[in-house]
């Protein structure tokens, strides 16, 4: 009877204890998980924009890393290349904007949005940018298009 009783005691222990602990360990493992994935969807994001960044440079004639650039006048194939490239960042943009972006977000999730909004903050500054959005944006995510149209309005508005 007595080892009967222990048993019992051990499962009493087990379920008061055990479960509980069990519980926090993988709700731990998941939050680290969780935040793991968040990382690498960050990680790859940033290498995009890497990328993007070498196609700007090597398409250097078109003065797209200058801030303030004077009017100048671009040849078709020239237009025809800004435009693509517009359009590849749009979409980076919107890609980064789905997979980080959160209506309530934490710290670290913040820290990391708050990256990709200066970029878009940069890009949307550029005249040339803010106006061949509109055709770029058409199609786009309704949420995705209001927040980058919000941002361009705020510079425009500043000016």
């Known amino acids: 009877m007595r080892l009967l009783e222990q048993m019992e005691l051990l499962s009493y222990v087990v ?7 069990a519980i926090v360990t993988y709700m731990l493992e998941q939050r680290k998980e969780r935040r793991n994935e968040e990382e690498e ?7 995009e924009y890497r990328e993007f960044l070498k196609l700007v440079l090597d398409n250097a ?5 200058r801030r303030e650039v004077s009017p100048q006048q671009l040849t078709e194939e020239q237009q025809e290349r800004r435009l693509a490239i517009f359009g590849i960042l749009v979409s980076l943009f919107e890609r980064a904007y ?5 209506e309530h977000m934490d710290k670290h999730t913040r820290r990391m949005w708050q990256s990709w909004e200066d970029y878009m903050r940069e890009w ?9 959005l509109p055709s770029l944006l058409e199609g ?6 209001r927040y980058i149209r919000q941002l361009a309005a ?3 508005d500043r000016r």
């Not at 786009?140 to 298009?145: G, I, M």
């Open 15 to 21: 379920t008061v204890v055990g479960l509980p602990l």
């Open 124 to 132: 949307v500054c550029r005249a040339e940018f803010r106006e061949t």
């Open 41 to 47: 969807i960050f990680q790859r994001l940033s290498d």
């Open 98 to 102: 789905l997979l980080v972006y959160e």
């Open 154 to 156: 705020a510079k425009r």
């Open 61 to 65: 004639d078109l003065h797209l890393l």
């Open 140 to 145: 786009e995510d309704e949420e995705f298009t």
